[in-house]
């Protein structure tokens, strides 16, 4: 078993949510994902709920695996085709998404702060340009909400699990794009973004949010760890190439 405990509380009520919805999803969903069991209660001076799932073998998926491999780009575009297209609810609080403009303030800010190591007139440009891109407009769809290299398990060289569904949620499907950043090197992307059939407003809002999560973490972490500094400055500079 593997045991989930939210340690801030942006996370709190992942747990419920996941076992009610990962085991109505996962049987339509490549490859595996968590398998919920159960949903632990606050005690010992621990405050929130906390989650039970079965163990999942693999080891987390690394760029220098899996980063020029055009198999995988097509394996992440298939789970999210086949994910997208379960039917989705309506009234969930739970399965909201931040809209991009609600990252407006933390994302300049964070630009503001990086200026002196990347290029903030190029960030800035990318950024209002990803805001002011045609919003989605149709109906709704599944979407993973924390899509990257860190919640992808591989065995063998392959893709074999995507975890940590967390921000599961429905609406725009842009924020998923997020492992193309994290991942993929340009030539797999261009493999990513042609099996998955990504329009240009929902390519241009998932750089921005590429981009915003990854100035977000560099901002926050990247003068103290240095795994942190090296991924997001990946993400942030292949979310300004495109």
Do not use: C
């Not at 968590?34 to 405050?47: D, F, H, I, K, T």
């Not at 980063?67 to 992440?76: C, F, I, K, P, Y």
């Amino acid at each position: 078993m593997s045991v989930r405990l939210p340690r801030h509380g942006g996370a709190v009520g992942q747990a419920e949510k996941n076992l009610f919805w990962l085991p109505r999803l996962a049987p339509q969903l490549p490859p595996a994902v968590p398998s919920p069991v159960a949903v632990g209660r606050p005690a010992l001076g621990y405050p929130w709920s906390w989650g039970v799932a079965r163990w999942l073998d693999g080891e987390v998926a690394t760029v220098a695996g899996l980063g020029d491999s055009r198999e995988t780009a097509r394996t992440l575009a298939a789970f999210l085709r086949a994910l997208q297209a379960i039917p989705t609810v309506t009234g969930d609080p739970r399965l909201a998404g931040r809209p991009l403009a609600g990252r407006d303030a933390d994302t300049r800010a964070a630009i503001a702060e990086v200026a002196g190591v990347f290029d903030a007139r190029a960030m800035t440009a990318l950024w209002e340009a990803a805001l002011h891109a045609p919003a989605w407009d149709r109906p709704p769809v599944w979407f993973h909400g924390d899509f990257h290299t860190g919640n992808l398990l591989t065995r063998g060289g392959r893709l074999s699990a995507v975890i940590d569904f967390g921000g599961l949620g429905a609406g725009d499907p842009a924020g998923d794009l997020t492992v193309a950043f994290t991942l993929l090197s340009a030539g797999a992307r261009a493999v990513f973004r042609d099996a998955l059939g990504v329009d240009d407003a929902t390519w241009l809002r998932g750089r921005g949010r590429a981009l915003a999560g990854g100035l977000n973490a560099y901002a926050s972490y990247g003068a103290v760890d240095a795994r942190v500094a090296a991924q997001t400055t990946r993400q942030i500079t292949a979310a300004l190439a495109g």
